[in-house]
Each structure stands twice: as C-alpha cells, then as structure tokens.
C-alpha cells in the first residue's frame, strides 16, 4: 500500500480538517454531478428505491439528497458537524446523524445498503474498525459500496520519484507528523491488499471499478503539484467554492450528455469501441477505486 502525506496543518483523520473542506465546497455542483457520476450506474443496481442506506461519511451531503430524492431512505453520517447543520439549512427535510464511522450508533444488521466514499483511507492506524463496523450494520445479504484511493500502475510507477510525499508501506501504522513535518493524509491500496482486508471484515467482493480518472492524472508532475484534499469525498476535484441554491427539480430528469461529456466525465465504458480506452484508463490511473461487497 501508498501512504501518502500532505502540507497541511491537520491530519487527514482531524475533524478540523474536513469542517475547513465542507465549509468551502460547492453543494449545487456537487449535487448536479451526481446525474452523471460514473458511479450512478452502481447505485441504481445496488441501492433500490426503498432501500435503507447508510452513507458513513457524507461530508457536504450532495450523496444523501440525490438519493433520497429518487426514492432510496438515506442516512447521512459526518463526525463534521458544522457540515451536517450547514447541509441542514440548504436541505431540511434529510435525515442526518454525527457520528464516526469506526463507532456506528447503529444496531446490529439496521442497513441494506452502506456506501462510504474516501473515507476509510484517512484512519493512519488503519481501516480495519471501520470496516467491521460495516458488516456488523449491515442485513445478510446486505450491501456495502466502499471507495478508497487506488494504488495504480500510474502511482506505482511514480511511487519512486514523490519520496517527500509518498511511502511504500507493509501495513498501516500511526506514526505521527514526518521528520519534514509532513501530516499523514491517506492510504492507497492495491486491489488485492484491500480486498483482503474486506474479506477479513466479512464480506465478499463481488465487483470492482476504478474512476476518477482525471484526478488520477493529475498525479503526473508536469501538471503541477496538487493538494489531495481539494478533491470531494468521493476522489473527484471540488469545484471553485460558490454559495448556491439547490435546485432539486432535475434529479429525476433523464440525462443528455454529449459524447465527450460522456467519455470524459461520466467515464462511460458502454460506448462501442471508445469504452475499451475509458476500461483501460479506469485500470491505469485511476484515483479511486469503488469495490462492491456483499455481508454473507
């Protein structure tokens, strides 16, 4: 696995820095994303209207509006809790919960479905809690969508050349803040070591994609140097923060992308020919990486 550090004041598990990332974030983009998220597919096949779903780590909420207006029953938990009042105020009527997701206050089998988006990777001593903790709220059979920040071929290939920032490691471990005094940020996991510790919470992986292409090239060095909390909770660049009011008439509505929009940003590998390039890409370099579980 990649342990990754960043410049920042606040350790990639502090409260204080996501309340300072949901304070500057954009809801209105965010949620408008959501119609063409190349994750959406993933939802509608897993989370069915009626659905209880539990999303661990909501941050700015764009998740649990979009969901619970198509018909799915959201519970959206942060332990950021100015971010869950502030979300609040711009959508009334959610149901929303502060909490940590390596402690549910939840009972034992409450979910069919959990989805917790670039969450689990920030924890340094590791993951593990986290996603015991999942399976224990889960229904048999239940389902659980967890993205983490993908070790790709791209990452592994520039792994050598980022020593400052980045760290091959064996297996998580809270160290603290580096002798440069970097704050640690994040893992990166190869499929197989997350998988593992997936099949080791109890659950099964069933499927697996990688997305978040473009942040993932953005990892190359004559794009610049990047800060990894600009990205949402969900691996994707937050828009330039604006206050906004959310207009949820559309969420319904059919989506009309062109082509490029669909190759680009929806990272559609349904279209003949051109998907085989988005298939290879999402395997290459991507920046995240969603894996399907099931709890047996």
Known sequence: MLKMYQKHAHSGSSV?????????????????????????????KYAKKDSLMLEGGCGMGQYVTFYTERGV???????????????????????????????????????????????????????EKSLSEACRVLKKNGVLLISVPYFSPLRRMLSPFKKEIWRRVGKSEAEGKTENGLNFFQYAYQPHEFSKMLENAGLEVIEKQGYAVLWGLSDLPFLGEKSEVQATENGHP??????????????????????????????????????????????????????VCVRR
């Open 16 to 44: 204080e820095l996501w309340e300072e990332n949901w304070q500057s974030a954009q809801f209105y983009n965010a949620l408008e994303f959501c119609r063409i998220d190349p994750l959406r597919p993933l939802f509608e």
């Open 73 to 127: 029953k959201v519970i959206g938990l942060d332990f950021a809790q100015r971010a869950l009042h502030q979300l609040n105020r711009r959508v009334s009527d959610l149901k929303l919960c502060a909490g940590n997701v390596a402690d549910l206050p939840f009972a034992d089998e409450t979910f069919d479905v959990y989805y917790s988006g670039g969450v689990v990777e920030h924890f340094e001593g590791g993951a």
């Open 238 to 291: 937050k828009p330039t923060p604006i206050e906004e009011t959310p207009d949820l008439s559309n969420v319904n509505q059919p989506v009309s992308a062109s082509l490029l929009k669909r190759l680009v940003v929806g990272e559609d590998a349904s279209i003949p020919v051109l998907g085989l390039g988005v298939k290879f890409m999402r395997w290459s370099v991507s920046n995240m990486m969603m894996y």
